[in-house]
């Protein structure tokens, strides 16, 4: 059986193309990650679930070595970095009167909690901005001694009519940006469209020294400089959510390609279409606005938590190019789902430690643009086949039963011999996983007696991400219930 060859939709050529890495030993893949100033929301779960899903199809070709004649050795480097320097930043943090490091280093915790709950895999490297200030001063030099940029008042501009080909990627034209943009009027600006990639910092405002004095980045030269430190100066794969092509990713475009004389930066662009919660915009003001924290840990959406399984099948159920509309019912369908699955994988024994094979329409689905809809599709004429190591294998592939996750956590306490008859309604089953729970219960209990209280949360969260709810009073826990 031979591995199809892997198709992704390029947005700078808008066409569907197979995926040739540049170097056969390593695939380079760069997405935009995170600015630690606030928790990150739903809508900034899709490309960290999408992009993690690539990770992992490539990881699985390399390992076949479809790029390598056979030899199964390509390595994939896949490098998402943090935003740790942003005038959002420093806005917070002097409104809760804490330090900017202490803001940085709080919020890049729970965002690391939240995207480990979600199932994604660490990335190869997770650069941080503020510590690639030196090759952000790099590319600036670089840009002004060839042209594309200049110094004004402290600040450095990326000089955009220097570039011929700068649109390239969004495909607009200098006078349909300006029309269409809301361009900042700055005395220092030779070109309405020019923007900033260093700018002058007060004396209580973050900054470095640099040759134009002390002061801090702009934000596109931070993906320019990270990228470059970590994959080279041209490196295969570019995400992010579909907002960013213009301006950020058409301005990362420009610094690299003109400080580094080079065609192209990434050869495939690839962008997630955006989510939309209960078929309207989230936003603060309609207060549909849901973090992944929350989702997680409180019972803002739906009136329960939901396991970090069930928030990423339901990211996956939508193709990643579609816009996608977060329902609690489209929860309550992936949850359905997921707990039948399991509960034939455990009825039948099957041991989630080993490793199973995918089939190839699985692969296939995947390789065709990272076809998750069609992937989902297969999985659930797996489950009606009965054909339960095939579907626990496709489950595998697209990051399911990790070590650690709630469901796997609960279910797989339990062997074959323990399991109980049948768990179609996997959170209402009966005697044995009742036992199970009561181990949990137990355990919570002696954690509380011995004044464990970070152990006793722990227990106490873990049943909850299941629907199971705690009664207790003064001598612990005495019952719980399912809620459905
Ligand atoms: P930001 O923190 O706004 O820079 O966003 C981080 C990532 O989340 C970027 O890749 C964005 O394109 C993406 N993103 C932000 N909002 C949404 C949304 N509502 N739907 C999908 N992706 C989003
Ligand atoms: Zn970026």
């Not at 890049?108 to 090759?135: S, W, Y």
């Not at 549909?288 to 970090?308: A, D, S």
């Not at 455990?346 to 995947?366: C, I, K, M, W, Y």
Request: glycine fraction near 8%.
């Amino acid at each position: 059986m031979s591995t199809p060859a892997l198709k992704i939709y390029n947005t700078l050529t808008r066409r569907k193309e197979e995926f040739r890495p540049i170097d056969p030993a390593n695939v380079r893949m760069y997405v935009c990650g995170p600015t630690v100033y606030d928790y990150a929301h739903i809508g900034n779960a899709r490309p960290l679930i999408v992009f993690d899903v690539l990770f992992r199809l490539l990881r699985h070709l390399a390992k076949q070595g479809v790029w390598d004649g056979g030899k199964g050795e390509t390595k994939v480097t896949y490098v998402r970095n943090i935003t740790d320097v942003d005038d959002k930043i420093n806005a917070r943090a002097a409104e809760r009167g804490i330090s900017i490091r202490e803001l940085t280093e709080e919020t890049n915790k729970v965002f690391q909690e939240d995207v480990r709950a979600l199932g994604c895999l660490e990335p190869t490297m997770q650069p941080r901005a503020t510590e690639h200030i030196a090759q952000m001063i790099k590319i600036i030099e670089r840009l002004i001694a060839s042209g594309h940029a200049y110094a004004a008042d402290g600040h450095v501009l990326f000089d955009v009519p220097s570039m011929p080909n700068y649109g390239r990627l969004s495909r607009r034209s200098l006078d349909e940006m300006i029309a269409g943009a809301r361009v900042d009027v700055a005395p220092y600006k030779r070109g309405d469209m020019d923007f900033v990639l260093w700018k002058p910092s007060k004396a209580e405002e973050p900054g470095w020294d640099s040759p134009w004095g002390r002061g801090r980045p702009g934000w596109h030269i931070e993906c320019s400089a990270m990228s470059w430190a970590h994959l080279g100066e041209t490196f295969d794969i570019h995400g992010g959510g579909i907002d960013l092509v213009f301006p950020h990713h058409e301005n990362e475009i420009a610094q690299s390609c003109c400080a580094f004389g080079r065609d192209v930066m990434a050869n495939y662009w690839m962008h997630n279409g955006f989510l939309q919660v209960e078929g309207e915009k989230m936003s603060k003001s309609l207060g549909n606005f849901v973090t992944i924290h929350e989702l997680l840990h409180t019972e803002k959406f739906g009136g329960r938590k939901w396991p970090g399984e069930v928030l990423r099948l339901a990211m996956l159920r939508t193709h990643y190019r579609q816009p996608i509309d977060w329902t609690v019912k489209a929860l309550e369908e992936a949850e359905q789902a997921l707990s039948s699955w399991y509960g034939r994988i455990f009825e039948l024994g099957l041991d989630t430690d080993d490793q199973f094979a995918a089939p190839v329409s699985a692969v296939n689905a995947l390789s065709d643009d990272l076809n998750t809809a069609q992937l989902l599709a297969e999985l659930h004429s797996l489950g009606k086949r009965g054909s339960y190591p095939e579907l626990l294998g496709t489950l595998q592939l697209i990051g399911f039963t990790g070590k650690g996750s709630a469901i796997n956590t609960i279910f797989g306490t339990m062997r074959a011999s323990e399991a109980p008859d049948t768990m179609s309604a996997a959170l209402g089953v009966e005697t044995d996983f009742k036992q199970v729970i009561n181990n949990r219960v137990s355990a919570r209990n002696a954690a509380r007696a011995s004044k464990n209280w970070a152990e006793s949360d722990r227990i106490r969260d873990e049943l909850a991400a299941m629907g199971i709810t705690l009664k207790d009073n003064k001598d612990g826990t005495t019952s719980w219930e399912v809620k459905r």
